[in-house]
């Protein structure tokens, strides 16, 4: 029997954790984390050259299909889960949506939806 302590401690986790994201995710608590080094003009740091684009292409790629796979054993409460985070990016009060964060929220039901066919096919 589940103990509703514990879920509603994990769900209060869950929340808090999401809940630092700000409109293109990685905040602080008390909103976006800044490092005086990266204000500063002192660091420099150059475009991507298209060698390294297509290097990171490549490799979200194999993240996806990676977590597609891992998705794929999941139970269906962890992918009930991963919807639940996904209908969760939102952005903070006083904040507007940014179009970047709702598309995150969308690719990853796509993953689970993904992932689920994947299910349906191997079992």
Known sequence: M?????DLSALQLRQNA????DNEGGAGPHGPQTN???SDDRVDVPPLTDAELVQLRVRVIALE???????????????QLVG???SYISP???FKHHPLTIHAATHMINLVDRARHFRSRTK
């Not at 589940?2 to 514990?6: C, I």
């Not at 998705?71 to 992918?79: G, I, M, P, V």
């Open 2 to 6: 589940p103990d509703h302590e514990s």
């Open 18 to 21: 999401l809940s630092r994201w």
């Open 36 to 38: 005086s080094a990266l």
């Open 65 to 79: 299909n990676l977590m597609i796979s891992i998705l794929a054993e999941a139970s269906d409460h962890q992918l």
């Open 84 to 86: 639940e985070m996904a």
């Open 92 to 94: 903070r009060p006083g």
